[in-house]
C-alpha cells in the first residue's frame, strides 16, 4: 500500500443521530448558529427547489470534465452518505446524470452536492434524489483521470472534509464539521425559538428593535444622543 493512497477506505463519520437531528433544521439556520461560516458558494443549487439532503461527506476530488473517481465513490459508500464532488466549478460537461442517480438512490446514499455541471437536470429534478449542483451541461464526462476519495477538498470556497455533516435545502448547502456538529445542532433549536419569537413580535406589529439604532451608533451613522 502507498504511504499517501488516492483512496481513503476509512473515514469517521458524523454519527446518524445528529444527522437525525439535522434533518428538522434549514440550512440557514445552521450557518447562523455555525457562525454565519460554512455555506457553499450560491452557484450550487438543487434541481429541484423542494429537495432536501443531510448526512455525513464522502468527498470526492476530480479532474474538470472526468468522473471516473465518483463511480469509485458510489462503489465504496455507504447508505446515508452524500456524495461530496470538488469538481473545480468546471460546467464543460456533466459529471453525473440520472443514470448514477438511479444507482445512488438505490444504494441508499442520501444526495449528491457537485461543484461542477450535471445532466438530465428534468427527469432528475422530477425525482426524489437530491442533487445540489453548480450548473447543467449535456455534454457528457471522460472516465480516464485519477482523482482522490475522502481527503480534505473545497467547494466554491468552503473546505469539506470526510464525516463532515452535509445538510441542504432550497437556500443551498451548509457544512457543519463533524467536531462542532453536536454544538451546532445544540444552538439551532434555540436560534428557531428566536426566529419564533421575533415573527409573533412581527404579528402584533412590535416592528421597532432596539439594536439597530444602538448598531447605527457603534459604527458612527448616529450620534449618541440621536434616534432613528
Same mark, same amino acid.
Given at each position: 500500500?502507498?504511504?499517501?493512497?488516492?483512496?481513503?477506505?476509512?473515514?469517521?463519520?458524523?454519527?446518524?443521530?445528529?444527522?437525525?437531528?439535522?434533518?428538522?433544521?434549514?440550512?440557514?439556520?445552521?450557518?447562523?448558529?455555525?457562525?454565519?461560516?460554512?455555506?457553499?458558494?450560491?452557484?450550487?443549487?438543487?434541481?429541484?427547489?423542494?429537495?432536501?439532503?443531510?448526512?455525513?461527506?464522502?468527498?470526492?476530488?476530480?479532474?474538470?470534465?472526468? =468522473?471516473?473517481?465518483?463511480?469509485? /465513490?458510489?462503489?465504496?459508500?455507504? @447508505? *446515508? $452518505?452524500? #456524495? !461530496?464532488? +470538488?469538481?473545480? &466549478?468546471?460546467?464543460?460537461?456533466?459529471?453525473?446524470?440520472?443514470?448514477?442517480?438511479?444507482?445512488?438512490?438505490?444504494?441508499?446514499?442520501?444526495?449528491?452536492?457537485?461543484?461542477?455541471?450535471?445532466?438530465?437536470?428534468?427527469?432528475?429534478?422530477?425525482?426524489?434524489?437530491?442533487?445540489?449542483?453548480?450548473?447543467?451541461?449535456?455534454?457528457?464526462?471522460?472516465?480516464?483521470?485519477?482523482?482522490?476519495? =475522502?481527503?480534505?477538498?473545497?467547494? /466554491?470556497?468552503?473546505?469539506?472534509? @470526510? *464525516? $463532515?455533516? #452535509? !445538510?441542504? +435545502?432550497?437556500? &443551498?448547502?451548509?457544512?457543519?464539521?463533524?467536531?462542532?456538529?453536536?454544538?451546532?445542532?445544540?444552538?439551532?433549536?434555540?436560534?428557531?425559538?428566536?426566529?419564533?419569537?421575533?415573527?409573533?413580535?412581527?404579528?402584533?406589529?412590535?416592528?421597532?428593535?432596539?439594536?439597530?439604532?444602538?448598531?447605527?451608533?457603534?459604527?458612527?451613522?448616529?450620534?449618541?444622543?440621536?434616534?432613528?
Amino acid at each position: 500500500m502507498t504511504p499517501n493512497p488516492a483512496i481513503r477506505r476509512t473515514i469517521e463519520r458524523v454519527s446518524a443521530a445528529l444527522v437525525k437531528a439535522a434533518r428538522k433544521f434549514p440550512a440557514s439556520i445552521l450557518a447562523d448558529v455555525g457562525g454565519r461560516r460554512g455555506t457553499l458558494g450560491g452557484r450550487i443549487q438543487p434541481l429541484s427547489r423542494g429537495m432536501k439532503v443531510a448526512g455525513p461527506a464522502i468527498t470526492v476530488e476530480v479532474r474538470p470534465g472526468d =468522473n471516473l473517481m465518483i463511480h469509485a /465513490a458510489l462503489v465504496l459508500a455507504k @447508505p *446515508g $452518505d452524500v #456524495i !461530496v464532488v +470538488d469538481g473545480k &466549478g468546471d460546467l464543460s460537461c456533466a459529471l453525473t446524470g440520472a443514470l448514477m442517480a438511479a444507482h445512488a438512490q438505490k444504494a441508499g446514499i442520501a444526495g449528491f452536492v457537485i461543484d461542477g455541471a450535471v445532466r438530465d437536470t428534468e427527469e432528475c429534478a422530477q425525482g426524489t434524489f437530491p442533487i445540489f449542483a453548480a450548473g447543467a451541461n449535456p455534454n457528457g464526462p471522460l472516465k480516464g483521470a485519477a482523482g482522490r476519495i =475522502n481527503w480534505p477538498v473545497s467547494l /466554491a470556497g468552503t473546505p469539506v472534509n @470526510p *464525516g $463532515d455533516l #452535509i !445538510v441542504g +435545502d432550497a437556500d &443551498g448547502v451548509v457544512v457543519v464539521p463533524r467536531e462542532m456538529a453536536a454544538e451546532i445542532l445544540g444552538a439551532a433549536q434555540a436560534k428557531v425559538d428566536s426566529e419564533t419569537d421575533r415573527m409573533k413580535a412581527i404579528g402584533r406589529g412590535e416592528l421597532v428593535q432596539a439594536w439597530v439604532a444602538e448598531g447605527l451608533k457603534s459604527v458612527g451613522v448616529l450620534g449618541k444622543n440621536e434616534k432613528l
